[in-house]
């Protein structure tokens, strides 16, 4: 089945670094990949929407400068966490839909990448 | 609004007895319903599909579009559902379009006591 990759599933550093976080569709391609953010015991809330060769869309209240995504290629995403602060410490999931298999199709998740910002 | 709520956070049974998680959607448009489950430090993977109308480990949800629900079902629950489950909508970007996002509910701890 489909797969998707993200990669590091966790990451520990200090206040003011800068983090990437990568996601992969490993065997198919996404036109179109999500990242999410999940509190404690709280739902997925969908940061932004990726787009391949073109910008991303971001929800309200997520920070574009802060939050930056490049989707270079049809089968990968990449989310940096710019100057990152203990707030920013969070599990941020990634997701994708195979578009080439036209409507309805369900979404893909990552393992997560676990973020602890000291 | 697009909306999907899940009333219970928590939902505790004993092994064998039946399991019926809600879920309600809130959608002007013909809906695409999904339910998602993701056991203890894994992944979230999807369950079934309404479009798809197919019973999964046991598991079957039926679009109710008069009560605005999606409530997924098992008859004889086993320790191993013992997870997290989401309920989501598909949220087209244009209408009718295949471009779009997923809208989570807050999702339903299942517990299955032996």
């Known amino acids: 089945g489909a797969v998707v990759s993200q990669h590091p599933s966790r990451v520990i550093c200090k206040s003011g670094t800068s983090v990437k976080i990568e996601c992969r569709s490993l065997?198919?391609?996404?036109?179109?990949m999500f990242w999410y953010r999940q509190f404690p015991k709280q739902s997925l809330m969908l940061m932004a929407t990726s787009n391949e060769g073109s910008k991303a869309t971001y929800e309200q209240g997520v920070e574009k400068d802060k939050f930056l995504i490049n989707h270079a290629s049809l089968t990968l995403s990449t989310l940096t966490v710019t100057s990152a602060h203990p707030e920013d410490s969070s599990f941020y999931i990634c997701?994708?839909?195979?578009?080439?298999?036209?409507?309805?199709?369900?979404?893909?998740f990552g393992d997560g990448t676990r973020l602890s910002i000291l | 609004a697009q909306r999907v709520t899940q009333p219970e956070k928590l939902l505790s049974v004993f092994k064998g007895a039946p399991v019926e998680l809600k879920c309600n959607y809130s959608y002007s448009g013909s809906p695409e319903l999904f339910w998602y489950v993701q056991y203890s430090r894994q992944r979230l993977q999807l369950l079934l599909r309404?479009?798809s109308r197919e019973s999964i480990k046991g598991f079957t949800a039926d679009l109710n579009k008069g009560e605005t629900s999606f409530h997924l079902k098992k008859p004889f629950a086993q320790e191993e559902d013992s997870a997290m489950y989401y309920c989501a909508l598909f949220s087209p970007m244009n209408y009718g379009g295949s471009q779009g996002n997923l809208i989570f509910g807050k999702g339903t701890k299942l517990s299955v006591k032996p």
């Open positions: 997701s994708a839909r195979d578009t080439g298999q036209g409507n309805g199709q369900p979404q893909h």
């Open positions: 309404h479009i």
């Open positions: 065997d198919f391609q996404a036109t179109t």
